[in-house]
């Protein structure tokens, strides 16, 4: 994996002959979702402004609160291992390039007008985020720094007052002293599309994803990565960086992946994957007839939880890809990546246009309908016992490896929770968010509302039949039987109906659950079918 990942380091990094520093002073590239050196605007913009950068990571202890309307935690234990797997990654390749991380655990809102008062900083730097949650905590920021008068005559005194676990040794190159406020400077660094570029104002977005994909793929141009300098220091000085904290130390715990894909955090891991996906086994070329697949690890790129961290570019993402088409093939399945990346940016623009509608029961359309927040249903679902076994192990997956396929994801257990069961659409979503090693606020909850029929859906109503896409995607019920053993011993065409031989149907499907005699699809009435996939 290191020596992977260190040729596509060489790959996408420059020469420090081929960079201009003409900045002064220190900043602050305060990382968060973007846990990455390649192709990282803020890291780099911000070792171009100065002489001196400050990496600096804040555990905030409001992404290990409860979810806003049912309570849940808005980070499990899964993708806490990812996410410290991902700091301790990140930690190791910044040192590498002559940085260091600053751990610090507390609110940003805090910390970082600390620390920049210590380190006599002049900006921070960071990625751009557009829901609201964030929002409030780059506004919060910014205030905090607004009230730090930087000045190079700081005693001794006044900076051990500010933060006592920070042993350090200001420096203003040149003997610069700054009396102005240091400021935040926020880049856009999280699509594939620069919000720049798009050929239409935020508010103007279409509301059909093909009509924005036609648009910005026949009117722009994805920019170049952002070639980092092979060497980033020196650090600033400072005799305690920070630990990363165990599981324990945030108060969760984890059982082993033993079943199906154990994801490993980080840069180097994103890397790898994509070199093994791409280049060793050349599945790439067969990504679109495979994407739909269910069992094992190869069907599709699986790199979602890396995006969602900015362990990988979208960007850079696109580079390989368009370098594999010219020294490999180019096919449907080479541009469906790319597609499935601009879905990707297109919900992360719409949860700009539409602010938090997103997250409220009417999303973006504000549909007024009668949902059941029954909590003994919803565990039969979130537990995966509903009695229907395709269901069932798509939630069994989700709970042990932190992932579940697109197609179970919306066509399954989406469709199944607001259609067959009527549950508010939120429960699954904020479930969603704690269990989700990909889990962005944007895909996550875009998906949902789409997929509940509030959101950006051409079709309202849209009906997934369970019978049918058990025919269609586990015809012989291979992917049950991994994820219920006790289905194994069936009889192939009775695994996704096993009858008494399994646990009880918790509620009726909307349009029948009688499977034939010997397969899996339903008798339905022409308006039936047509309203179904």
């Known amino acids: 994996m290191e020596r992977i990942a260190d040729e596509t380091m060489h790959r996408y990094s420059r020469s420090n002959n081929d960079a201009k520093r003409k ?16 192709d990282n605007e803020v890291l780099f913009q911000a070792w171009c402004s ?20 049912f309570g849940f935690p808005k980070t499990g234990a899964l993708r806490a291992q990812f996410l410290i797997e991902c700091l301790e990654d990140l930690k190791r390749n910044l040192v590498k390039r002559g940085l260091d991380l600053l751990i610090r655990q507390g609110k940003p809102e805090e910390i970082l007008p600390s620390i920049a008062r210590t380190f006599g900083a002049h900006a921070v730097y960071a990625q751009k985020e557009t829901c609201s949650e964030e929002l409030d905590v780059e506004r919060r920021v910014c205030k905090g720094l607004q009230l730090v008068a930087l000045s190079s005559k700081a005693t ?26 240091p400021q935040l400077h926020l880049m856009w ?86 070199h093994e996906y791409f280049w060793k086994r050349d599945l790439l070329s067969t990504y679109k007839k495979t994407r739909n697949g269910m069992v094992g690890a190869d069907y599709s790129t699986k790199l979602s939880p890396w995006l969602a961290t900015g362990c990988l570019s979208p960007r850079l993402l696109c580079e390989e890809v368009k370098r594999y088409e010219k020294e490999r093939v180019t096919n449907d399945s080479t541009y469906w990546v790319l597609f499935e990346l601009i879905w990707r940016d297109y919900f992360r623009f719409l949860s700009i246009k539409y602010g938090n509608s997103i997250f409220h029961l009417g999303g973006p359309r504000k549909v007024k309908r009668n949902w059941s927040q029954d909590g003994k249903l919803f565990n039969c679902w979130k537990d995966g016992c509903t009695g229907y076994p395709l269901i069932d192990a798509n939630m069994k997956e989700l709970s042990t490896t932190g992932f579940m396929s697109n197609r179970g994801r919306q066509q399954i257990v989406c469709s ?29 909850y875009g998906n949902w509302t ?35 053993p006790q289905l194994r011993m069936l009889p192939k065409d009775k695994r996704h109906f096993p009858g008494r031989l399994y646990i009880q149907q918790i509620v009726p499907l909307k349009f029948g659950n009688n499977p034939r005699q010997h397969g899996t699809q339903t008798i339905l009435s022409d308006r039936q079918r047509k309203s179904r996939r």
Request: negative net charge.
């Open 23 to 38: 900045g002064r002073g220190t900043v602050i590239v305060w990382f968060r979702n973007d846990l990455r050196v390649l």
């Open 50 to 69: 100065s002489e001196l950068v400050l990496p600096v990571y804040c555990l905030d202890p409001r992404h290990f609160a409860t979810t806003h309307y």
């Open 156 to 181: 001794s005194n006044e900076l051990s007052g500010m933060d006592p676990s920070i042993d350090a040794k200001p420096r203003h190159a040149s003997g610069i002293s700054f009396k102005e406020d």
């Open 189 to 274: 660094g999280s699509t594939m599309y620069h919000i720049d570029d798009l050929p239409f104002g935020i508010d103007h977005i279409p509301d059909v994803y093909t009509q924005f994909r036609k648009s910005v793929e026949s009117k722009c141009r994805i920019r170049d990565c952002i070639k980092v300098p092979k060497y980033l220091g020196p650090a600033p000085s400072t005799s305690d960086w920070g630990c990363i904290p165990t599981l324990g130390q945030l108060g969760l715990s984890l059982d082993q992946v033993k079943r199906g894909m154990k994801f490993s955090g980080g840069e180097n891991a994103a890397l790898s994957r994509v």
């Open 416 to 444: 199944f929770l607001v259609r067959d069961m009527g549950l508010d659409w939120r429960m699954g979503a904020e479930w969603f968010e704690t269990c989700l090693l990909d889990y962005d606020p944007c895909s996550n």
């Open 450 to 484: 789409y997929g509940a029929g509030v959101g950006n859906d051409p079709r309202e109503d849209r009906y997934f039949s369970i019978p049918k896409q058990a025919q269609t995607y586990d015809p012989e019920g291979e992917y049950v039987a991994f994820w219920l």
